[in-house]
């Protein structure tokens, strides 16, 4: 894995840092979840993020073809 070169002190400071930010990420998506509640009650506002969320996996697979060179025709 990603901490597989790291030595005792290295794989340490990778836990924590893993921990913490997995941790935060959580504690962020709870707090702007409680704050976007409002936003989120219109119909309207679940369709821009499904806009959002569907062009975001376009692009992302468009990048992942033309990486894998299959957008090229080949």
């Known amino acids: 894995g990603a901490s597989a070169g790291l030595s005792g ?3 340490t400071a990778f836990l924590l840092g893993t921990v913490l930010a997995s941790w935060g990420w959580f504690f962020t998506l709870a707090v702007a979840g409680r ?3 409002p936003v989120m009650a219109r119909p309207q506002a679940w369709r821009v993020l499904d806009l959002l969320i569907g062009a975001t996996l376009l692009l992302t697979a468009a ?3 033309t990486t894998a060179g299959l957008g090229h025709g080949q």
């Open 63 to 65: 990048g992942l073809l």
């Open 9 to 11: 002190s290295g794989r």
């Open 35 to 37: 704050a976007l509640a």
